[in-house]
Antibody, heavy 121, light 108 residues
Framework: QLQLVESGGGVVRPGKSLRLSCAASGFTFSSYGMHWVRQTPGKGLEWVALVSYDGYNTYYADSVKGRFTISRDNSKNTLYLQMSSLKTEDTAVYYC??????????????WGQGTLVTVSS | DIQLTQSPSSLSASVGDKVTITCRAGQSISNFLNWYQQRPGKAPKLLIYAASTLQSGVSSRFSGSGSGTDFTLTISSLQPEDFATYYCQQSYSTLTWTFGQGTKVEIK
């Protein structure tokens, strides 16, 4: 079945870096764009970044642009999020999700179970 | 960014009740509106895409309607497993996807 499993979350000090991973199975990973979405109690669900199916195109929310890097290794069926210069407001549960597109619509499905990132001194 | 406003923010209902949740967009988004369910401690799950198309495997007691700026998610007969938080999401403005703030459905 379709499955996405995130890892790499933890506690990190402000200004430091952390890399998240998302292992995919049950579908042809190299055929789909992939997203990172984060969730906080205060701001709810926030889209973070998208990488195209081949990894050549990347897009970011303004809140993380220049600090986060999304990438993928299609040979390993794995998505990554390199987070640098972390701020306390980056504290959240981070989800990866498959980007499903049709000609006139698109959606996120499935989602992983999430990994918690806590930025605190 | 396109703002989505859900109402109510929370509601209490009993098993068997009909429940309606509304999502209003800050500008017209045609039918580029998706609905997700999130149970406590779990990831969001797609219920409906393109405003009214039921995702494969999702119970037919869920339905969606609307176009332009006003959308509705309806649960025809609430079941115990439906107590969760529901989110709308716009896919009209790609590269700036946004979500509603959520509606928590609780047991009365």
């Amino acid at each position: 079945q379709l499955q996405l499993v995130e890892s790499g979350g933890g506690v990190v000090r402000p200004g430091k870096s952390l890399r998240l991973s998302c292992a995919a199975s049950g579908f042809t990973f190299s055929s789909y764009g992939m997203h990172w979405v984060r969730q906080t109690p205060g701001k709810g669900l926030e889209w973070v970044a998208l990488v195209s199916y081949d990894g050549y195109n990347t897009y970011y929310a303004d809140s993380v642009k220049g600090r986060f890097t999304i990438s993928r290794d299609n040979s390993k069926n794995t998505l990554y999020l390199q987070m640098s210069s972390l701020k306390t407001e980056d504290t959240a549960v981070y989800y990866c999700a498959r980007f499903y597109q049709l000609p006139l619509t698109n959606w996120f499905d499935p989602w992983g179970q999430g990994t918690l990132v806590t930025v605190s001194s | 960014d396109i703002q989505l406003t859900q109402s109510p923010s929370s509601l209490s209902a009993s098993v068997g009740d009909k429940v309606t949740i509304t999502c209003r967009a800050g500008q017209s988004i045609s039918n580029f509106l998706n609905w997700y369910q999130q149970r406590p401690g779990k990831a969001p799950k797609l219920l409906i895409y393109a405003a009214s198309t039921l995702q494969s495997g999702v119970s037919s007691r869920f339905s969606g309607s609307g176009s332009g700026t006003d959308f509705t998610l309806t649960i025809s007969s609430l079941q115990p497993e439906d107590f969760a938080t529901y989110y709308c999401q716009q896919s009209y403005s790609t590269l700036t996807w946004t979500f509603g703030q959520g509606t928590k459905v609780e047991i009365k």
